[in-house]
């Protein structure tokens, strides 16, 4: 059974940080492509960062390239995103994604919400 499973969220205050993690099963983690997307409030969903199956590459949305870090531990099964200098229009739901030309998993959200 595929499963991934976000963790990490929560309430910070504005210029804090957060590390959100995705704890991935079901399927061979090493193989994907794995994305964070997220869901601001009332908008649409869109991406927010995504690294290659072996870490190589990674792409970032303007919005938050140099303030966000994806990366992953193969090992472990697990993607993380580290949020620095959080801002309230950081604030939706956050999506884990694994894709491969085969097939698309997401997670269950987790709530991110960035507020003083």
């Known amino acids: 059974q595929v499963q991934l499973v976000e963790s990490g969220g929560g309430l910070v205050q504005p210029g804090g940080s957060l590390r959100l993690s995705c704890a991935a099963s079901?399927?061979?983690?090493?193989?994907?492509?794995m994305s964070w997307y997220r869901r601001p409030p009332g908008k649409e969903r869109e991406l927010v960062a995504r690294?290659?199956?072996?870490?190589?590459?990674?792409n970032y949305a303007n919005s938050v390239k140099g303030r966000f870090t994806i990366s992953r531990d193969n090992a472990k099964n697990t993607v993380y995103v580290q949020m620095n200098s959080l801002k309230p229009k950081d604030t939706a739901e956050y999506y884990c994604?694994?894709?491969?030309?085969?097939?698309?998993?997401w997670g269950q959200g987790t709530q991110v919400t960035v507020s003083s």
């Open positions: 994604n694994a894709r491969n030309p085969y097939n698309d998993y």
């Open positions: 690294i290659t199956s072996t870490g190589g590459t990674t």
């Open positions: 079901g399927f061979t983690f090493s193989r994907y492509t």
